[in-house]
Nanobody, 125 residues
């Protein structure tokens, strides 16, 4: 099993930055790959970025490329999402997710076996 706890959300102005953190724990965490999703009101949950432990493989959504960076700290079981140049359309609840395989990136909700409770990110115009 895997437990995920997000932090770092908040209110920021357009063009600002936020860094989200995800603390992962549980006996299966080393056998997972990690990702960030977001869900805006009335919209489907969508992948933002994903990473394998060790940072060997990363994937970004088109909307995240060039603005967001996913990193990991395998020693401390932490995953981060640095978000720069934020836009109002980035407003959403952001979720940390984990797959049940270290080689399967959680890049769709179906590939995510574990979820955090979410953290709200609001970008004001």
């Amino acid at each position: 099993q895997v437990q995920l706890v997000e932090s770092g959300g908040g209110l920021v102005q357009t063009g600002g930055s936020l860094k989200l953190s995800c603390a992962a724990s549980g006996p299966s965490i080393s056998s997972s790959a990690m990702g960030w999703f977001r869900q805006a009101p009335g919209k489907d949950r969508e992948s933002v970025a994903a990473i394998t432990w060790g940072g060997i493989v990363t994937r970004y959504s088109d909307s995240a490329k060039g603005r967001f960076t996913i990193t990991e700290d395998a020693k401390n079981n932490m995953v981060y999402l640095q978000m720069n140049s934020l836009k109002p359309e980035d407003t959403a609840v952001y979720y940390c997710a984990a797959s049940n395989s270290g080689v399967v990136l959680p890049i769709t909700p179906l590939l995510a076996s574990y979820w955090g409770q979410g953290t709200q990110v609001t970008v004001s115009s």
